[in-house]
């Protein structure tokens, strides 16, 4: 008998735009290969230019006055760092600064008052960018209750089952499908397809964790865990509704689906911001 468990959630209707992601597969060969990023498309030139950048924005906001006047000096604003050590401006406080500070620190010149904005700007986008590409959780299918099950289900290995592997990022999850061409239970290195499943989370209304026990003779004989499907219901824009499903470890459903629902509302915080 299964055990249904709801978690608190909320409705995230701001119409932001994507581009796509919502319950899109895609279907690739080793030919085919695209990066995806939230709700951007990057190439890997693009993509590597960010991951060269996170070491100085990343953490910006945690930037000392010190740390702050040597980036402004390195991007030509040299002259003006002993103002940001004199007035104590942190990482934190540099997005907080409006003309009129700026003029008062003593940056009179109009044309450098707008680069360092435009710098501390740059440095919120890119810190942004990185944020909505960290992943928050990884994780895989659990398709048997039991190592014993695997072994009758699989010819104790011989016809072995590839689970789908889970991947949770600030506002989408990308479930990845792996359909290898195989001789037995040996996995060629060609031929080789997946599919992937990037879920916009950006619509995200309700998340429901379903725990479903192993059979009796399982849980008896071999002490098997039962398992968590964490069910994802997406409002579409013509308000109709999507599910998607993660299967899990008995135990894991919970954590994944606060990480979801925090994933969710502070990716749309940075929107707002």
Same mark, same amino acid.
């Given at each position: 008998?299964?055990?249904?468990?709801?978690?608190?959630?909320?409705?995230?209707?701001?119409?932001?735009?994507?581009?796509?992601?919502?319950?899109?597969?895609s279907?690739?060969?080793?030919?085919?290969?695209?990066?995806?990023?939230?709700?951007?498309?990057?190439?890997?030139?693009?993509?590597?230019?960010?991951?060269?950048?996170?070491?100085?924005?990343?953490?910006?906001?945690?930037?000392?006055?010190?740390?702050?006047?040597?980036?402004?000096?390195?991007?030509?604003?040299?002259?003006?760092?002993?103002?940001?050590?004199?007035?104590?401006?942190?990482?934190?406080?540099?997005?907080?600064?409006?003309?009129?500070?700026?003029?008062?620190?003593?940056?009179?010149?109009?044309g450098?008052?707008?680069?360092?904005?435009?710098?501390?700007?740059?440095?919120?986008?890119?810190?942004r960018?990185?944020?909505?590409?960290?992943?928050?959780?990884?994780?895989?299918?659990? +398709?048997?209750? *039991?190592?014993?099950?695997?072994?009758? %289900?699989?010819?104790? $290995?011989?016809?072995? #089952? =590839?689970?789908s592997?889970?991947?949770?990022?600030?506002?989408?999850?990308?479930?990845?499908?792996?359909?290898?061409?195989?001789?037995?239970?040996?996995?060629?290195?060609?031929?080789?397809?997946?599919?992937?499943?990037?879920?916009?989370?950006?619509?995200?209304?309700?998340?429901?964790?379903?725990? +479903?026990p192993? *059979?009796?003779?399982?849980?008896?004989? %071999?002490?098997?865990? $039962?398992?968590?499907? #964490? =069910?994802?219901?997406?409002?579409?824009?013509?308000?109709?509704?999507?599910?998607?499903?993660?299967?899990?470890?008995?135990?894991?459903?919970?954590?994944?689906?606060?990480?979801?629902?925090n994933?969710?509302?502070?990716s749309?915080?940075?929107?707002?911001?």
């Amino acid at each position: 008998m299964a055990h249904f468990t709801t978690v608190n959630s909320s409705q995230n209707m701001f119409g932001l735009q994507s581009v796509g992601l919502s319950s899109q597969e895609s279907t690739h060969t080793p030919s085919q290969h695209k990066q995806t990023m939230g709700d951007y498309v990057l190439n890997a030139n693009a993509l590597n230019e960010i991951k060269n950048s996170q070491s100085e924005s990343d953490s910006f906001e945690t930037w000392n006055a010190e740390q702050l006047a040597e980036y402004i000096s390195k991007q030509g604003l040299a002259e003006y760092s002993k103002y940001i050590i004199q007035h104590k401006i942190s990482g934190k406080l540099a997005p907080l600064l409006s003309e009129s500070d700026l003029k008062e620190m003593g940056i009179r010149c109009i044309g450098d008052r707008l680069r360092f904005r435009m710098i501390v700007e740059n440095l919120k986008r890119k810190s942004r960018v990185i944020d909505r590409s960290r992943c928050l959780w990884e994780g895989k299918e659990r +398709v048997f209750f *039991s190592d014993t099950t695997a072994a009758f %289900c699989t010819c104790f $290995g011989f016809c072995p #089952v =590839d689970p789908s592997t889970y991947r949770l990022m600030s506002n989408y999850i990308k479930v990845k499908k792996v359909k290898p061409l195989r001789l037995g239970p040996l996995r060629l290195c060609c031929c080789n397809e997946y599919t992937t499943n990037n879920v916009d989370l950006t619509y995200l209304t309700n998340v429901d964790v379903i725990g +479903v026990p192993a *059979s009796c003779c399982e849980s008896i004989l %071999c002490c098997a865990p $039962g398992k968590d499907i #964490v =069910d994802i219901e997406i409002r579409g824009v013509g308000g109709d509704a999507f599910y998607h499903k993660v299967v899990l470890r008995e135990g894991e459903g919970d954590q994944v689906a606060f990480l979801i629902l925090n994933g969710v509302e502070q990716s749309q915080r940075m929107d707002r911001e």
